[in-house]
Each structure stands twice: as structure tokens, then as C-alpha cells.
């Protein structure tokens, strides 16, 4: 008698995961709803005392920054690191998937440094890039005739320049999945389509794009979750600065819970932040529920 | 939710399971967990050299030591006091007092302190006012930082200033600052960092202290930074900036540490320092007397009609409330804190110290670059307001900083603005 006519032993055999999941997932998800709706401090954890929707109407009314500026914040340094994550991946993907390109795996390699290098790490180095005085950057600008510029510390150019540490540090991520997407694709179909007499462009549009849809979609979800969450590089580069202008939801909770030690409006941060996730997380399912078409 | 899950997780998992343990003291042996600075575990003195000594007199008393960066100094002992398994002994900085003592994580020590009266009357009394937190001490401190104007005085001979003579005023750090000042070189005649970091704040106080008054009430209940003296503090960083062009307009991105690098690096000629920066690389060669010969140390300039004043930071030694043996652990620590323990360590880690003892002691007035001024500052000192709401307010008062020097606001309306933040935060207290 197979599995598929005692299901419960399938179920005990995926027991250990669901466990797993429960405590590294479910737990902390509810945790932090709970934690939520307490007044909670860090100094006082033990004396936890239930606030209802009390935390959720003191972000409303926060003014430095304001829940709508860091949710703003978030979603323009999400959108554009992702754009570029994206397109620069794919670029990528398809010049290491050319034939008579050399070292293909040495150079997927090097680009993995940066992805898998701490995200403090990599704060604090380009901190010291973009130093004002000393910087790396401004040196070069030196060199090439042009004027040093306050990258951290214009209100104009800290965002951008966190974003373009962000978009360096995520490519290799949109490199793997759309490299795994192109190399999913039967060779037999560019084939049929130079028979075809078809162009790069429109190979490009025609064969590749369409197959690795779903890859890019992929690439897309998670990579937006994964990105509303960094804080590390911000903080650790402009602290938030200037004037609250690098203060995404991520940042703006970390500080909350850890620096000022508010426990419970961190978490209420974290929540909107976990609302965010799921929304894209019941879009990613949409897109790949079972039955699907598959490639 | 990777990342944010697993904070919570970890957060959870310590206060729910209460695995994140220092063990806790047993009756006999007794153990003693003592979490302190990662860097203090550098140097033998003063805590193995003060255990190793301990543990002569008292062989049942195992000491055990753990070495925690800035934040986890706060955050891991914040959670594990929470969780009832906190070390017995912990560092506090002296800006955590109120939210250690009010939640009372480490418990007052006035009656040990009055009973080793050669100890409490050893400490320079604004250091004994800095570990008091509603008329009761909470602990002996470590070491401290005193800030103090350092000064190139390379850079002030080419600029036809006398290196020996520092700017005393407001008016000369001003006149000064812009005669040293070549921006076509990139070189500063006053640097201060204004990143959006507390430290920032932290070298710009004793510009308000001169005015004879704090950043709040002595109650500590309402702000009054936003008055003449704090206002007048805050142009003055405006004016270096703006009117002069003395100071760049990029400090913003500045972060404390940076600002002195750029110091060692020649391109601020003056800039307010914690401590000594003998002990960076820029001067690993040097002789003590070297040093000075290139760089100088002196009080603040004076606001007009003002009054000498400086800042300290520095670590007070606390015992937490999980502690199983609070008299055990005041004994260890007043070994630890012996005179010749603690010259032996500030002068090895590059620290200042507290005691009058230390400070008199001729190893530390040999190692001590510029002592006779910071000596004689030892008594001026002030210490940030030590309410538990001070990071949120410090957040404000940064805020308020940064948008002085991107013009986006005058130094009142700023302060103003962040008054009105401090004063809320202060009315919802509940200590």
C-alpha cells in the first residue's frame, strides 16, 4: 500500500518541516502581532501590558518621519532597486549564457561577493566610499575633473545613493533565478526560430521573454519582500539621514524597537511590514498555483 | 519577512524560553557573570589582572567575563535581565541610567558606595552627580572621554596663527576657523559631525552647557535647549557653515569618528574631541611630547559671557537585579577598580579617567597627552540628560540640527520644534 492511500503518513513525513516552519515562521509572525497591540518597552519586557490598537494610532500620528513619508520612502527605494535588480540580472543572465563567453561560473562567482557579503558590512564600505573628505567616490571625481558631491549627506543624493548600494548588492540574487530560467529553455526553440529567420530582438521578445515569465515574476515578488526589509546598509550609511530622508519602514522599525527601545510600536511597524509581504505573497501564489500552465 | 522574522524570533525565543542564560551564581561555588565592553577584554587590566587577584583571596568564586560590542551591550543585557538570566555585573553607559535604574535592570548601589567612602569620595564629583539617578547611585565608574577643541598646529603656523595659541571665544573659533579655511584644498578651519547619530549631539553640548544652563530642566520634565543658550549653540554651528564657509556644508554626512579621521587626515584644522586621539594610527610613532608638538588640546571656546564646560561619556559599572550575590559582585568590583588596576588599564587602552587617585598617579599623568587641560576640565564636565526618553529626544534634537544646517529652518524654529516633541515625550513619563 502506497502513501497516496495513507495520507497521514505523508503528513508524518513532512511533520518535521511544518514544526521547522511553524517555529521560524508562524511563531514570530504572531509574536510580533502580539507585541503589537501591548505597550512593551525594551527595558521592561517582562511587564507587558495590553494597549489594543494603542501603537497603531501612535504611528498614525508620528511626524518624524511620518508613517505615509517612510511607507513612501520604502516603495521608491523598493521600486527602483528592483527595476534595476531585474534588468541588470537579466542582462547579465543572457551575456553569461552566450557560448563563446570564458569563465562563465568565475564570474557568476564574483558577482555573488556582493550578495553574500553582510549587509552591515557592505554599509559601513560604502560609507567610507562615499565619505565626503576621504571617500573613495570623491576621489575619483577629483580625478575625472568633476566636483565632489555630499552623497550621504544631501537631502537629494542620500536616496540615490543608497538605492545604487542596494542595486549592486541585489543583481547577483535576479542573476541566479533568471539564469536558472534561461537555462530552462529547450536550445531546440532558438533553433527553430533562426530557421524562422528570427533576429536577437526578436528572439528576445518572442522565445526568451515569454519562457522565463514566470522566472522573472518570481525574481519580482521575492525579491520586493526581501528588499522592504533591508535597513542594515541604510543605517549603517546614512543612519536614516538627512533629515529622515533614508528612513524606510525597515529602518524606521528598527530604530523604534531597538534603538528607543519601543518594543511595541516596532512591532506594529513590523506588522504593516509583515502586510506587505503577505500581499505579495497571496500575488505569488495566483501566479503559481498548482495548475498553472508549466513550462 | 526573513530577516525582521528572525529579530522577532530571536526576541521571542530569549523572553519566552529563557535560554538566553548567563547561567546565574549557585550558592557555593559562586559564579559571577560580568558582561562587559568587548574591548576592555583586550588589555590583562583591569578585568582578568582584577580577577586573577580576586580569585587569589576567594578561590570559590569563579568569575566569568563576556565581551559585548555597543549595541548588544544594551540590547542583550536589556533581554536577558528580562528573561531573569542577566549577568550579575554590566556595563551601563551613562546616557542608559535612567532607563536602567527606572526599570530598575541594575539596583542602586548608594549604600556599598557609602560604606567604601575611600572609593565614592575618590570620584571627581560631577562623575558621582552622572551616576545618580533619583538621589540613589547605581554604580562606580569605568573610564570616560572628555571632549575637549584639538587643533593642527601645523596647519595653524601656515595659516600665520600661533600654534600655541588656541581659539578662547566664539569670535576667535569663528575668525580662526575662516583663516584656516581652503575649500580649493578641501581643508576645513572647523569640523563637527552632524550625522544622523547621537554622537553628533554629543560634541555639541557643551556649547549650551556654557550658557549655565542643560538641555532640560534640572527636573529633567521639560526641554529648554530651544532657549537663548541652546538657540545661540545651534547658530553658532550655523554660522561656522553658512556665513563663514568655515565649516563644509556636507558634515550631515559625517558620523562621529569620521570627523576626527578627517582631523588625522589634515583637512579640519580644529574639531571637538571625545578623549584623545593619541591612540589613532596617525600618530602610532609618536612620542607622547611628539604628539602635542602637533596637536593641541584645550576647554571649548567660550560663548560670550559664558562659562567653561565640557562633555564626558564613558561606562558605569552596574549590578543588575538578576545578580544572586549583589555583595559579592560590589566586593569584585571594587578590587577590580583598585588605583594601580585602573591606571594600568587606561593607559593601555587609551582611556581617561575618573578618580582623583588615577589622575594624580605619575604613570597616568605621563601617558596622558595634554593632561594639565584635561585635568583641569575634569570638574566642568556634564553628561547627558539621563531620562530614559534621552534617544528619542536626542532624534528630535537631531532632526533639529540637520535641518539648521540644510537651511530648511532657523535655530529657534528648529529648536522650538523639537522642544515640543521632548516636552510631549517628557509628560508621558513614567518614572
Redesign the interface.
Known sequence: MGIGRRPMVGYLYILPLLVLLG???V???L??LW?SLQSI??????AAEFAGLKNYLLLLKS??PTLGEALGLSFLFVFVSVVFHVFIGFSLANLLAIPWVKGKNAWRNLYMISWVAAGIVIGYTF?FF?????GVLNYLMRLAGLA?R??????KL?MPAIIIVNIWRGVPYSLIIETAGLQSINTELYDAARVDGANAWQMLMRVKIPIVKDFLLLDIILDT??TF?V?ETILAI???????QTETL?LY?Y?Q???????GRG?AI?VV??AI?IVFAVIYIRFFRPGKEEL | MKKIGMMVFVLSVFVSFDIFAWGGGGEKPITLNVAVRDYTLDNEPPWKTGAAAYQKLHPNVKIVFEGLPYDDMRNKVLIAVAAGKGPDIAYVDCIWLGEYASNKIIIPVTKYMNATPALKNDLYSPFLAGATWKGEIYGPWSHTDVRTLVWNKDMFKAAGLDPEKPPTTWSQLREYAKKLTNPSKDVWGFGFPAFASEGSLDMWYPFVYQGGKGILSDDFTKAIFNQPHGVAAMQLYYDLMWTDHASPTDLIGVEEGQHTDGFDAGKYAMIIMAGTNKTNDAYADLTRQQFEARVGAAPYPLAPGGKVATGSGGWIIGITRDAKNPDVAWDFITSVLKTDNLVDFVVADGDEATYKSVVASPKYKEYLPQYPVRFGLMDSTHFRPPVPEYLKIADALLNAMQKVLTQKASAQEALNEAALIADSLLAQRKW
Open positions: 517555529l521560524l515562521s511563531y514570530p509572525a509574536s510580533v507585541m518597552e525594551l527595558a521592561n519586557l517582562g511626524t518624524s560609507r562615499f565619505e565626503p573628505r576621504a565632489p555630499s552623497w550621504a549627506a544631501d537631502p542620500a519582500t526581501d526589509q535597513f546614512t543612519g536614516g539621514g538627512p533629515l529622515h525597515a522599525m530604530n524597537a531597538f534603538r528607543y527601545g519601543d518594543v512591532s513590523g511590514l509583515l509581504s
